[in-house]
């Protein structure tokens, strides 16, 4: 009997021991682009600030990055080599969103919070990283194959592409009016799919004009015509859920856009004292001068 509880007893560990490091944490993916080579990899688990086997590890090619970007995206973004990585965790409901990036050059944090509640993603925390500089568009692709593979549930399609079309727009109004701005105006028109899939084109550009107003920003015909395509798109989902996940995320967007605002306001406080100190120092040179 003793032999047999020890036999047990020894089969057990050893089991314990092969169980990998991620089992105690089964909520969470590391998502790699497929083209890295084993330093880059290991650099990019760095920006992650995980180890490597901490987090069940999956690879996203450019093939399956193109087929969400195709037709949304510029080829010049999306490239011929999988390279962005994500590192996704989920959260319990109603945790919201916590998204950071590294060598993102392109796509800022709250661009991606917006995009992934239209593709139905509202509770996580991701960190969207590569070796080097990259445009990250291609970086939603591996977040869905992360959440996918998490949850068991597959996420609409229409989501996903609409999802990627937003981001996108979103990229290109931020070159000209900031991503807060860009991501507040499409959130404001998510949040009204009831009443603008009732619009035709111009009632609907003639809401883009009014709440642009709202944020002191000039679109252009080609800005106003995207947005009413998104807006087009949008109409493929269910309205009440959309409002919903948009409402969920809203006071995450906040923290980012005051978290923003104190950094650029505490940057502007030591531009004035630099150059408080500069300008004093040029006043004693005056004076040095005159004797």
Do not use: H
């Not at 709202?214 to 959309?242: H, M």
Request: hydrophobic residues 45%; aromatic residues 6%; proline residues 1%.
């Amino acid at each position: 009997m003793k032999k047999t509880v020890t036999v047990v007893l020894i089969l057990v560990m050893a089991l314990g021991m092969a169980v990998p490091a991620y089992a105690e944490n089964i909520q969470s993916r590391a998502v790699i682009g497929a083209d890295l080579n084993d330093e880059q990899v290991a650099s990019v688990y760095n920006m992650f600030g995980i180890n490597r086997g901490d987090a069940i590890e999956l690879r996203v090619t450019n093939d399956e990055e193109r087929q969400w970007l195709q037709g949304y995206v510029d080829e010049s973004l999306i490239g011929t080599r999988s390279i962005s990585c994500v590192y996704v965790e989920l959260l319990p409901s109603g945790s919201g969103m916590d998204v950071t990036t590294s060598n993102i050059s392109w796509c800022t944090g709250e661009m991606y919070i917006s995009a992934l509640a239209t593709a139905g993603i509202t509770d996580a925390r991701i960190v969207v990283a590569a070796p080097f500089e990259v445009s990250g568009t291609a970086a939603l692709t591996g977040v869905y194959k992360a959440y996918e593979d998490m949850t068991g549930k597959k996420l609409d399609d229409i989501a996903k592409l609409v999802s990627t079309q937003e981001l996108t727009i979103i990229g290109e109004l931020a070159g000209e009016i900031g991503s807060m701005d860009s991501t507040s105006i499409v959130n404001d028109l998510k949040l009204m799919l009831d009443e603008t899939r009732k619009m035709s084109d111009d009632e609907i550009r003639a809401e883009i004009v009014e709440i642009a107003g709202r944020y002191n920003v000039s679109l252009t015909d080609t800005q106003i015509r995207q947005l009413i395509s998104l807006c087009r798109s949008l109409e493929g989902l269910d309205a009440d859920s959309l409002k919903a996940r948009v409402e969920e995320v809203q006071g995450t967007l906040k923290k980012v856009s005051d978290a923003k605002t104190k950094v650029v306001g505490f940057a502007e406080s030591v531009k004035k004292v630099v150059t408080s100190v500069a300008s004093f120092f040029d006043r004693i040179k005056d004076i040095i001068a005159k004797f």
